[in-house]
């Protein structure tokens, strides 16, 4: 691995050490989605928002399938000009936000690649018959093999891009109001995290929101606009509320997956560094992801007047009562959690860290149970 102690990025140049930082992911990907499950047995999360978040982490893992494939033979003789992953060594762990941007403009232009290009079949026989006939590796046919493979990745869809568009699923009505339920996510571009938003919004406009040509262009776009790593949750909720007069965000949710830490690959500062260090998992052992949820509640309703002769209802959102912080983090609660295999639990238990004693652990066992302590 090419690390620039200068810079906070990394080219994974090493075909071995690519191909390790792609298996694990494919294992953490996996383990999110019995984290959310866990939760949603706990009652932290509702069923359709872990249907919700099980989607988007599914998307995560086939983008990281892509880029495995895209970058399969990255370290081997295949071109001057091929290059490596760039992965965001300090922030998150992840791969920086200009690869899936680049992903984004292969996928645009998928059908023009793949119709230049052999079939994988096609491949293979020559493949076989360098070997046989020249008694050489196909490095180059190798090569060949992984972008066919890539853009097929990439012609399958269901990949997690930078931007994310909102969904929207009905819930249930109440009385003339109808109750939806809103998704979305954005790959931060400044951090390097993906990062996903659920909002329960409730509709007393004439037409159903989804229906409705006017509003729904606009939500969705005032939405994105929004989608800021930066702003909180109030500043959100509250600009959404003023803009539309007859939608009326009624809770707000925000999950930071990431950042990912690993001995191997990342040089993040403090306490979660130094249990991974010595700890000195095991290959596909040595990472631990940091999870953050944030939550917005309404807590009540007030009319404001609107024009001469009519008024609208504004939301009152509950802020964190506890210590004044609800100022500082315009949210009614937010909860850092962190997801490890069993032997960085274990140095993390015993150090004892300044912290994480609030922290919520979930942790993975060998066999991919997951533990909540």
């Known amino acids: 691995m090419d690390i620039d102690p200068t810079h906070e990025h990394a080219g994974l140049t090493d075909t071995f050490a690519s191909r390790r930082y792609f298996a694990k992911w494919e294992a953490i990907t996996a383990h999110l989605a019995r984290v959310a499950g866990v939760m949603e047995a706990e009652g932290r999360l509702s069923r359709e928002e872990v249907k919700v978040l099980t989607r988007h982490v599914a998307r995560l893992t086939f983008t990281f399938k892509a880029l495995s494939m895209k970058y399969l033979m990255v370290g081997r003789e295949v071109g001057k000009f091929f290059g490596s992953l760039s992965m965001d060594t300090v922030e998150s762990g992840f791969p920086v936000a200009a690869e899936i941007m680049t992903m984004a403009n292969d996928a645009a232009q998928v059908d023009t690649h793949l119709s230049g290009m052999p079939s994988a079949q096609a491949l293979k026989e020559q493949m076989v018959r360098k070997i046989v006939s020249d008694c050489e590796v196909p490095t180059r046919l190798q090569f060949a093999l992984s972008q066919r493979l890539y853009y097929e990745e990439l012609v399958k869809g269901d990949l997690f891009w930078v931007q994310n568009h909102p969904r929207i699923e009905w819930l249930r009505n109440d009385g003339e109001r109808r109750r939806y339920l809103l998704d979305w996510a954005v790959y931060d571009t400044q951090l390097n995290l993906p990062t996903v938003y659920v909002m329960e919004l409730e509709d007393t406009g004439r037409i159903a929101l989804p229906q409705d040509g006017r509003r729904w ?152 149970r997951v533990l909540s302590y």
């Not at 500043?235 to 539309?244: H, L, V, W």
């Not at 909860?335 to 015993?350: H, S, Y």
Request: aromatic share 10%; charged share 25%.
């Open 217 to 368: 262009p606009e939500a969705q776009m005032h939405l994105n606009a929004q989608s800021l790593g930066e702003l909180k949750l109030l500043t959100i909720a509250k600009g959404f509320d003023e803009a539309f007069h007859d939608l009326h965000p009624k809770r707000l949710k925000r999950f930071h997956i990431g950042p990912m830490y690993s001995h191997a690959y990342t040089r993040q500062h403090g306490p979660l560094r130094d249990v991974l260090a010595e700890a000195n998992s095991p290959q596909g052992q040595d990472w631990a992801l940091a999870w953050t949820v944030e939550e917005l509640e309404s807590e009540r309703v007030v009319e404001e007047r609107a024009g001469w002769f009519s008024t609208v209802e504004r939301e009152v959102f509950a802020l964190d009562p506890f210590s004044g912080r609800g100022v500082d983090t315009g949210a009614t609660r937010m909860e850092r959690a962190i997801i490890l295999p069993q032997r960085p639990f274990q140095v993390l238990a015993e150090k004892n860290p300044p912290g994480f004693a609030s922290v919520r652990k979930f942790v993975v066992s060998p066999a991919g």
